[in-house]
């Protein structure tokens, strides 16, 4: 079954410092990974997304990403955060006849001045 | 493009009454999803569909109905609202699998 973990619930980081957000999945076949951010009030952006080739996506607002499928994994990482970062971020993957997108429990970032 | 436009945005509801969450999307997109958000548990499918009169239960569909009659429209009816159906509920559209969703801005709903 399709599943994903985030297991960072809430990270705080400084302004200008890297970020790394922690991104676990389960999926029988190749997936389509999704990175989406949620700005309070808001709906939901797609950030970056991958389903094939390069395993290092870039993405918009200078996130990238990257597929490592030892692990099972598709972090989003940031060389340098701003205050305009914060936000929610959501790791999600899907693919198949059905294209069923499942999300995981996504992570709260705050950024200090 | 419209995107995808959901309505009401708001949304109280009383013990038991029904209603239907309108989702309509202007793309051409095949595939279309709704979704529940509560705090900690970030989205959850409730109905997808894959086109035109095919859909398929999520991870929590108990309560709801859905229907696709058209490319266009996806509603989503409450039978019988329950306080633990307060939720921001959010509709998706996708072309292709790849391509990932395009998401509404949301219906928040509080059933007291």
């Known amino acids: 079954a399709q599943s994903v973990t985030q297991p960072d619930i809430h990270i705080t980081v400084s302004e200008g410092a890297s970020l790394e957000l922690r991104c676990n999945y389960s999926y029988g076949a190749t997936p389509y990974l999704f990175w989406y951010v949620q700005s309070p009030g808001q709906g939901l952006q797609l950030l970056l997304k991958?389903?094939?080739?390069?395993?290092l996506v870039q993405g918009i607002k200078g996130f990238e990403a990257e597929f490592k499928r030892s692990q099972s994994s598709f972090n989003l990482r940031k060389p340098s955060v701003h205050w305009s970062d914060a936000a929610e971020y959501f790791c999600?993957?899907?693919?198949?006849?059905?294209?069923?997108?499942?999300f995981g429990t996504g992570t709260l970032l705050a950024v200090q001045p | 493009n419209a995107g995808v436009t959901q309505t009401p945005k708001f949304q109280v509801l009383k013990t038991g009454q029904s209603m239907t969450l309108q989702c309509a999307q202007d793309m051409n997109h095949e595939y279309m999803s709704w979704y529940r958000q509560d705090p900690g548990m970030g989205l959850r499918l409730i109905h997808y569909?894959?086109?035109?009169?095919?859909?398929d239960q999520g991870e929590v569909p108990n309560g709801y109905n859905v229907s696709r009659s058209t490319t266009e429209d996806f509603p989503l009816r409450l039978l019988s609202a329950a306080p633990s159906q307060t939720s921001v509920y959010f509709c998706a559209s996708s072309f292709t699998g790849g391509g990932g969703y395009t998401f509404g801005s949301g219906t928040r709903l509080t059933v007291v």
């Open positions: 999600a993957v899907g693919g198949g006849a059905t294209n069923k997108l499942i």
């Open positions: 991958y389903f094939s080739g390069d395993t």
């Open positions: 569909s894959v086109g035109a009169g095919i859909t």
